[in-house]
């Protein structure tokens, strides 16, 4: 970054609203905020203005665009597990949620998944999730792979899928940005816990410490709260209490 001026962030292009391409074209969302706060802090690092460059990324070659250098950090909503740590590294969690699922409004799931077409995007935790909940269940559903929730999303609509499942905060996402948000239902339980971070290259630790630095910074000084009622204060006015909890832990002070 200190050679190009360049700041290479990658991010998911649907996953709102903690990263996704807008209706002007451009990248938005809770975590490509905190990601532009790392980018100003960069630059009082090096000592000199630095140009982001914004990467779209999926969720199969993201790890992959970190390692080979295509990107210096991976901007979205990515859960921390030691097997992802075996090749990229993570800054201090930024969030918290857990895997839900998404329906039309009328389609009773709650107590019914036999036999249901459910979505779910290929590469990501909340496969393994699933996997281990409906085999304990002894549960038979036809599972769906997605190469995005966009995609999924669009599956619901259309009829392909009887349910989507994701993050919960990434389904409040997608509804929140559709047409109608009244026509579904987002099941309130939870099946999964979900640690949210920002990925960067493995051993690279003074990039990692001017992250942690700026996000230790946002949790102490409360501008992580306007960050999170840019993105959910109309769906979700009041911070969960597990994201305060995660805020209080997380701070470190330069003292």
Known sequence: ??????????????????????????????????????AKEVESKIDREVTI???????????????????DILCGSTTVTFSRR?????????FVTGGSYLTLKGND????????????????????????????????????FLDSTGEGFTALNKGEIDIL??????LIGLVSQAKNPGDYSLLPDMFSYEPFALAVRKNDADFRL???RTISRLYQSNEIEAIYDRWFGQFAPKMPSALKALIELSIITDE
């Open 109 to 144: 799931i709650r107590n019914n998944f036999e036999g249901k077409k459910l979505g779910v995007v290929k590469g990501t935790t909340t496969v393994v999730a699933l996997e281990e909940l409906f085999q304990e269940t002894e549960t038979k559903v036809d599972i769906v």
């Open 165 to 170: 499942t994701a993050d919960q905060v990434v």
């Open 210 to 212: 001017v992250a942690d």
């Open 53 to 71: 460059e914004y990467i779209p990324v999926n969720a199969e070659d993201r790890f992959d665009a970190l390692a080979t250098n295509k990107i």
């Open 86 to 94: 075996e090749h990229v590294d993570f800054t201090q969690l930024t």
């Open 1 to 38: 970054i200190q050679d190009s001026g360049i700041f290479r962030i990658g991010y998911r292009q649907s996953q709102p609203p903690m990263s996704f391409l807008g209706k002007d074209a451009s990248p938005g969302g809770y975590s490509i905020d905190i990601c532009k706060n790392i």
